[in-house]
């Protein structure tokens, strides 16, 4: 089961991997907590009246296409996207917002999702959020308590019976080194530095996200499934976005694996892990 926040961090955060573990017959799940409907109209070609009028219709159309390209069961929680908020100082998040509701409202919900779908594995996002947009470290606080109370008879017994996750992990696929590496490599072949600017702001000894990997999982035969389901939030990606600017070849021999942190496991493992099941009797 992997937890996201918008449509569209699905395709962006791990999904090669559940594109392999579906494809190896496992029930993979994506559960998304938001309809993304405050997000930015980022393609300039879908920059029209009428999509933004019809928003959030339009981007469970595209998450339907995303989760077919994977191959995954899809589910929504029901939340209104918070947005990003901008400014100094920072202006209130509208009345609406998935980030205002009392926590234990969603907590409840996915531990109803849990405790039906009975997964023996569940990805999110680390306590920052990946990147600290609301909507995601509400994601993660979400996760990280119904991954304990789907497993606790005591917690929200109406929810169904108590099932117990044997791992949850954090999705880390935004690393300096990775993107170093891949930059690198466009050069040496005469390619311009897609995370040229990127690189230039990031200092070389802040590569945090690297040294809290614990697991990385071989996924390149998927990495097609993956830039399908990115395409197909056509709303949110444009042809041209730096996701695409590295040649797969160069990733697939380069950095062939999507990486994660193991944050609690309830199973006996040793990392580092090249599989999300590791010590886990059967998928």
């Given at each position: 089961m992997a937890v996201h926040a918008h449509p569209d961090d699905e395709a962006s955060k791990g999904a090669a991997t559940t594109a392999r573990y579906a494809?190896?017959?496992?029930?993979?799940?994506?559960?998304?907590?938001?309809?993304?409907?405050?997000?930015?109209?980022?393609?300039?070609?879908?920059?029209?009246?009428?999509?933004a009028a019809n928003i959030g219709t339009i981007r469970r159309e595209e998450m339907a296409k995303a989760a077919a390209e994977?191959?995954?069961?899809?589910?929504?929680?029901?939340y209104v996207?918070?947005?990003?908020?901008?400014?100094?100082?920072l202006p209130p998040l509208p009345s609406d917002s998935f980030a205002l509701v009392p926590i234990e409202e969603?907590?409840?919900?996915?531990?109803?999702?849990?405790?039906?779908?009975?997964?023996?594995?569940m990805t999110t996002y680390d306590e920052n959020g990946g990147y600290p947009h609301p909507d995601h470290i509400r994601c993660h606080e979400v996760s990280m308590a119904a991954f304990e109370a789907a497993a606790d008879p005591e917690q929200f017994p109406e929810a169904g019976e108590p099932w117990t996750v044997s791992k949850i992990y954090y999705n880390h696929g935004f690393?300096?080194?990775?993107m170093q590496?891949?930059?690198?490599?466009?050069?040496?072949?005469?390619?311009?530095?897609?995370?040229d600017e990127w690189l230039e702001r990031w200092p070389a000894d802040d590569d945090v996200f690297d040294r809290r990997v614990t697991t990385?999982?071989?996924c390149a035969d998927f990495f097609d499934a993956r830039d399908a389901a990115l395409r197909a939030h056509a709303s949110?990606?444009?042809?041209?976005?730096?996701?695409?600017?590295?040649?797969?070849?160069?990733?697939?021999?380069?950095?062939?694996t999507e990486d994660f942190e193991l944050a609690k496991s309830r199973v006996p493992t040793s990392t580092p892990e090249d599989d999300l099941f590791a010590g886990v009797e059967a998928k």
């Open positions: 494809a190896e017959g496992n029930d993979v799940i994506v559960v998304t907590l938001t309809g993304g409907e405050r997000g930015d109209i980022l393609n300039p070609a879908m920059d029209r009246p009428e999509v994977l191959g995954v069961q899809h589910r929504w929680l029901g996207d918070s947005g990003l908020p901008q400014g100094d100082p969603p907590i409840a919900k996915l531990v109803a999702v849990i405790r039906e779908f009975r997964p023996h594995v690393m300096r080194a990775r590496l891949l930059n690198d490599e466009c050069k040496k072949h005469g390619y311009k530095g897609p995370f990385r999982v071989p949110q990606i444009t042809p041209d976005s730096s996701f695409f600017a590295v040649p797969r070849e160069f990733e697939r021999r380069l950095w062939p």
